[in-house]
């Protein structure tokens, strides 16, 4: 008993050294800040190390604890068990409410202490010091959440075997996707506090000109590659586990992680015309509360127990916490931006809406409204809840009707952004850049055409989908024949991978959505059946049993070659019922297999459900492209003209925009 009390010890006390940790480091930076002293200044790097410290202990210790199974910490009798394999019970940590937060809690502390680290030469200036005041106060807060609200380590007392001990939800233990998934997730979700917290710093300091987004650009093209990423996973994972045959289902907790992606796509677009032309400071900061905000309030969603979702944590605990961490954040936000109002005017003007700027304040619109329609569908049953007290759904109808048309109009923008150029176009340079753009997304049409796709929408969205690929396309082309293999590097051309990669994942759902087959089926074994052009043979149904659970699996030749095996298991703890498909995948289809409820090995009978899904495996090939394109365009291009550095050259109120490029260098489309 002595080591199961020590594990919950050393726990709460990297807790509490990691929440003591970055309160006095905040209260000492600003106080050196605002005193200008430079001795207490030198100081902060030790209370971040030390919150960092106490961060990884925690994860360690509840790891340590879990693989141990230490029945004496109520977390590990939560989501433990003796018979849990080594790989689960290892992502078993973050199965949960309480580790959950553990997780998060070691992914700030990580981004905290990179920060620190990358300007602990320019910690004196204000604006590094008040970024990292703002993170440490973040860390603070989730570290108290971590020891009081959820306690992950608070004692089990002696466990009832019968009621716990049972192992992660089952859902949480049949796919190795679950260790990928929420890490990345998170490191996408966290990421964002970055450029929140440079955002604030500007404000605080009143440096509110161009010269602070040079120093976030990649914190948030990092956090929105990490939480593509995450999105494109959680969506695998759905496809693979759930056994519904989908990707998206517009669930609550899907909608979470998809408003901050939202709103840091439409920053990661307007943060250029900032850059470029002055504008857009408002807006900008603006986006970057709005995507830290809505992490929050994502958090508080899944974490809260307000929505039942097979993602969230239904037990939460945490909820008023982050609420009114969420209501504070707005608030102080706005408060901020309304006293530095006069300085947040832009210089700059859109000239023409036919023109580069015109094209991202239109695709920030869209991201912009498209977030608000996502977000009101997801919030409006708890409101309605809290005010009637009556219980309503907002379903997946809802969202697709409002979203189509949508992601159609950003997909003609994605078209013709890229071949506009600053301040205004003409119509000839118009005609001559989206010539092949134009002639890619004929192409397409007839391509999809022939190929037997029918119905309005979705060729207009094939069609639309070729013509923004011919225009990602076009750009890279000019830009490798001039520069080679450089000419993918940089903003504008990995973004264009990026493109490419959104384009992708926008065909796959296309495809799949409106195109998709589906059969149910009572087989004897030795049967065979005909559908949507294959042969489907049923070779025998068995039953298995492992560790954790029992079940039946059904051996089904396609094409009369390899035997797939969709399968049902029962995991007994639990007593809960798993469908686990089994896929075919290829280039231009997947087969999917489910195993339904009432097949039966003793009578050799297996009760089966067939998908046949056009295109799904685009979506995980365009989720790769994403992540591609993200990491080339954190690199400076050849062209790209090297700023002074904001941080140990303080930008003054009056910077002035950044000059505009020559006649010449706008029609260079590929130049960063």
């Not at 042969?535 to 094409?559: Q, R, Y």
């Amino acid at each position: 008993m002595l080591a199961e009390g020590v594990n919950g010890l050393f726990g709460h006390s990297a807790l509490i050294i990691g929440l003591a940790a970055s309160v006095f480091g905040a209260g000492a930076l600003a106080t050196a800040t605002l005193l200008r002293d430079q001795r207490l200044v030198r100081t902060v790097q030790a209370y971040v190390m030390v919150a960092l410290f106490g961060a990884v202990l925690a994860v360690v210790v509840m790891q340590r604890a879990l693989i141990t199974r230490d029945w004496s910490i109520l977390y590990v009798q939560k989501v433990g068990s003796y018979d849990t394999p080594p790989l689960f019970n290892f992502t078993a940590l973050w199965s949960a409410l309480e580790g959950s937060i553990l997780l998060w809690l070691l992914m700030l502390a990580i981004y905290t202490f990179i920060v620190a680290r990358r300007y602990r030469t320019r910690m004196a200036d204000p604006l590094v010091a008040w970024a990292l005041v703002v993170m440490l106060l973040v860390t603070a807060f989730f570290f108290f959440l971590a020891l009081g609200p959820t306690d992950a380590f608070a004692p089990g007392g002696v466990p009832n075997f019968e009621r716990c001990c049972k192992g992660p939800n089952p859902l949480l233990q049949n796919h190795v996707l679950v260790l990928f998934h929420p890490p990345i997730l998170y490191l996408g979700y966290v990421g964002f506090t970055v450029p929140f917290a440079f955002a604030i710093a500007a404000l605080i300091t009143g440096r509110v000109g161009e010269g602070w987004l040079m120093e976030t650009r990649r914190w948030a093209l990092f956090s929105w590659g990490f939480l593509t990423l995450g999105i494109v996973l959680g969506s695998w994972w759905s496809y693979e586990v759930l056994g519904w045959g989908g990707v998206w289902a517009w669930d609550p907790v899907e909608n979470a992680s998809f408003l901050p992606w939202l709103t840091g796509t439409a920053y990661i677009h307007s943060v250029l015309v900032q850059e470029r032309r002055g504008m857009l400071r408002v807006w900008n900061i603006s986006l970057l509360v709005a995507t830290f905000s809505l992490t929050i309030l994502g958090t508080f969603l899944t974490r809260s127990g307000v929505i039942n979702s097979v993602h969230a944590f239904s037990d939460g605990t945490i909820g008023p916490y982050l609420l009114g961490a969420f209501g504070v954040i707005v608030v102080t936000s706005l408060a901020l931006i309304a006293w530095r109002g006069d300085r947040l005017r832009s210089p700059g003007a859109i000239d023409s809406p036919i023109s580069r700027e015109g094209a991202f304040l239109a695709n920030n619109v869209l991201f912009t409204l498209f977030a608000f329609i996502i977000l009101l569908g997801t919030v409006f049953p708890l409101i309605v809840e809290a005010k009637d007290d009556r219980q309503i759904a907002v379903g997946s109808p809802f969202f697709d009707t409002m979203s189509k048309p949508i992601g159609l109009v950003l997909l003609f923008l994605m078209a013709v952004a890229p071949v506009l150029p600053w301040r205004k176009a003409s119509l000839e340079l118009l005609r001559d850049r989206l010539y092949w753009p134009l002639w890619c997304g004929a192409a397409t049409l007839v391509l999809s055409v022939l190929l037997g796709a029918t119905g309005f929408m979705p060729l207009l969205a094939f069609t639309l989908a070729g013509f923004a690929g011919g225009s990602a396309l076009r750009q890279l082309v000019l830009a490798t024949r001039r520069q080679g293999y450089r000419g993918l590097l940089g903003r504008a051309n990995g973004g264009m991978v990026v493109h490419i990669g959104i384009i992708l994942i926008a065909v796959g759902l296309t495809a799949s959505n409106s195109f998709t087959k589906a059969g149910e089926f009572t087989m004897n074994t030795g049967d065979t059946v005909e559908f949507a052009g294959h042969t489907f043979t049923l070779e025998d149904v068995v039953s298995f049993e492992t560790p954790t659970s029992v079940g039946i699996k059904a051996l089904v030749a396609i094409d009369g070659g390899q035997a797939y095996a969709p399968a049902i298991s029962k995991f007994t703890a639990q007593g809960m019922d798993i469908a686990t498909p089994s896929v075919k995948t290829g280039v231009l289809k997947d087969i999917y297999l489910t195993l339904e409820n009432g097949s039966k090995p003793s009578t050799g009978v297996a009760k089966l459900k067939i998908f046949i899904k056009p295109m799904i495996v685009w979506i995980w090939i365009g989720g790769l492209l994403c992540g591609v394109g993200t990491v080339l365009s954190a690199f400076p291009g050849k062209h790209r003209r090297k700023p002074t550095d904001p941080v140990s050259a303080p930008v003054p109120l009056d910077e002035p925009v950044t000059a505009e490029p020559s006649a010449a260098a706008t029609e260079e489309v590929a130049r960063d």
